[in-house]
């Protein structure tokens, strides 16, 4: 049963126009959202977060929004530059057993074409 | 700082062969995680450590075992290979175990067993 969905599994746009990924979650112990931006032949690399406590947050061109309501989030990325091209991963955290453990999502292939 | 390196990149195994996964950083991190990534899947937590000579079980951890016996290492043990353990092997460090704080990633162990 995945806790944490990206139901799309890839997105094209255009260098210069925005890209929304998306991501919903089904546990409302969840307290912390990530994002996680990977290249081929390399490990994940940090993105943004944003606390279950906050509806946005904001880091240059990066932007994620949290609906606790509907639980889902999204990450904006405003204006899309090819170099944006990667594998983006949702991941959500919550106390399990006295420790924190992420729960990842499937991923999202995006494409920024020039 | 190197970060967190992870030996070998690749690696073929024959089916009940042994094997070590290295991982180490430099960062003095207290905590430090496994993870596999199977094809078109998220990542899933296999072991992680708080600390050192505490380890504790992840989400998929049967024919896997760790040790932690240093803050800096962090090596994964394959007892009897499997094909099912054909996977893409992240090893990742954080700083802090609360607070939607990033994990730090390496760069990979590819490993098919055949």
């Known amino acids: 049963d995945q806790q944490v969905k990206q139901n799309s599994p890839s997105l094209s746009v255009q260098e210069g126009r925005i890209s929304i990924l998306n991501c919903d979650y089904t546990n409302s112990m969840f307290d912390y959202f990530l994002w996680y931006k990977k290249y081929p032949a390399e490990g994940p690399t940090f993105l943004i977060s944003i606390s279950s406590i906050k509806d946005k947050n904001e880091d240059g061109r990066f932007t994620v929004f949290l609906n606790k309501s509907a639980k889902h989030l999204s990450l904006h990325i405003v204006p899309s530059q090819p170099g944006d091209s990667a594998v983006y991963f949702c991941a959500a955290s919550g106390l399990e057993g006295g420790s924190e453990k992420l729960v990842f999502g499937k991923g999202m292939k995006l494409t920024v074409n020039p | 700082n190197a970060g967190v390196t992870q030996t070998p990149k690749f690696r073929i195994l024959k089916i009940g062969q042994s094997m070590t996964l290295q991982c180490t950083q430099d960062m003095n991190h207290n905590y430090m995680y496994w993870y596999r990534q199977d094809p078109g899947m998220g990542l899933k937590l296999i072991y992680y450590?708080?600390?050192?000579?505490?380890?504790d079980k992840g989400e998929v951890p049967n024919g896997y075992n760790v040790s932690r016996s240093t803050t800096e290492d962090f090596p994964l043990r394959l007892e009897l290979a499997a094909p099912s353990q054909t996977s893409v092997y992240f090893c990742?460090?954080?700083?802090?175990?609360?607070?939607?704080?990033?994990?730090?990633f390496g760069p990979g162990t590819r490993l098919t067993v055949l």
């Open positions: 990742a460090s954080s700083p802090l175990q609360r607070g939607g704080n990033e994990q730090f």
């Open positions: 450590s708080v600390g050192a000579g505490i380890t």
